[in-house]
């Protein structure tokens, strides 16, 4: 049964628990829709009337399967809860409901905000001017998340595990360990890791450089409502980290959207991006480490393409989009061959910034 008929079912618990956490008389709640995007989770627009007051929010649960990296659901509302005291422009958390006794799995409720996150309608409908100007907003705003510190954590984060002392080491070795679950060898990825091995002493930063990152930062990850930012979503991944890897994963060729020539995000100039962070409290950005972290995130993000697909594959959730998600894994391969300068790999020809396809 999947979910919308499971809350179909349970408005009338999902009324009775936010009655119970806001100590209002009535409360009536109308199931709007599933929101789009969410391959690990599930996130559905419902309306709240709490005692004649409407309140749009977002119900969020997992998804039926999901990847080992993700959060569960009290962590994540934890994690945003920092990231929204902090200043972030996030959906503020409103209800977290870990047991899963009123719907039958956990879920939290957030507060709804305006705006689309769909990546590959983004990136062609921007002009280079708006995009730029949409890279400096998201650069800030990375910028403010940046500012949280293993040092001032809220007691909230308390269970997010220490960063390792060589955080490029563990990072190498968790992908090691992912690849030698997989069902077939990968000998691109296995060459990239070590490529990015050896060249790793000249990239590793101390411990005094880690803070709270987002770790999946991207297009598609954010709201967009006439061209300003409006939020960012989806903080399952996150921990503490170099900030370089959320810089990279941004710039990363894999989360363009086709947009090559678009470094940032596909949206918008590295220029840009570098400068909102910088202008938002960031450290000066050195364009090598962003390289170095994006290379890092192909490798990490073909890596959990193939994991998707694996659970369409091996019958633990049908799914097309799973399945068709492992097929990222060699665009993202081909990728890597390019910015690790393999001889006789070139980079797709560059789409126009604010082309339609």
């Not at 984060?157 to 080491?169: I, N, R, T």
Request: charged fraction near 25%; charge should be negative.
């Amino acid at each position: 049964m999947g979910l919308s008929s499971v809350l179909a079912n349970k408005i009338a618990a999902l009324e009775k628990f936010i009655q119970q956490q806001t100590g209002a008389g009535k409360v009536t709640a109308q199931l709007i829709g599933r929101l789009g995007g969410g391959a690990i989770q599930e996130n559905w627009a419902v309306d709240l009337d709490i005692d004649g007051v409407v309140h749009e929010t977002v119900l969020r649960a997992d998804a039926p399967s999901g990847i080992a990296e993700s959060w569960g659901k009290a962590q994540e509302f934890a994690l945003l809860a920092a990231a929204y005291g902090a200043g972030v422009m996030a959906p503020q958390p409103l209800w977290l409901e870990p047991s899963g006794g009123v719907i039958g799995q956990p879920f939290h409720v957030t507060r709804r905000l305006k705006g689309s996150a769909d990546p590959r309608k983004l990136v062609r409908a921007l002009e280079e001017d708006a995009g730029d100007a949409l890279a400096h907003e998201l650069g800030a705003a990375l910028a403010t998340l940046h500012k949280v510190t293993p040092a001032d954590a809220p007691e909230g984060l308390a269970f997010l595990p220490k960063a390792p002392a060589d955080l490029v080491a563990a990072r190498i070795a968790r992908f090691r360990g992912q690849l030698d679950r997989l069902l077939e060898a990968q000998p691109v990825l296995e060459w990239a890791i070590n490529r990015l091995e050896d060249e790793a002493p000249h990239y590793r930063r101390g411990a005094e450089t880690v803070t709270l990152c987002h770790r999946d930062f991207r297009t598609g990850n954010y709201l967009v409502l006439a061209e300003k930012l409006t939020g960012i979503l989806d903080f399952e991944f996150a921990g503490w980290s170099d900030p370089y890897e959320d810089l990279g994963w941004f710039c990363a060729r894999c989360w363009r959207f086709g947009m090559a020539g678009a470094e940032a995000g596909g949206i918008g100039s590295r220029a840009a991006f570098y400068a909102g962070y910088e202008s938002g409290g960031g450290h000066v950005v050195d364009d090598a480490q962003v390289r170095f972290w994006e290379q890092m995130a192909a490798i990490r993000w073909s890596i959990m393409a193939l994991e998707q697909a694996e659970r369409h594959l091996a019958g633990r959730e049908r799914s097309l989009e799973l399945a068709l998600t492992g097929l990222v894994s060699l665009e993202t391969e081909y990728d890597l061959l390019i910015d690790l300068r393999l001889p006789g790999f070139k980079p797709a020809p560059k789409k126009p910034h604010g082309a339609h396809s």
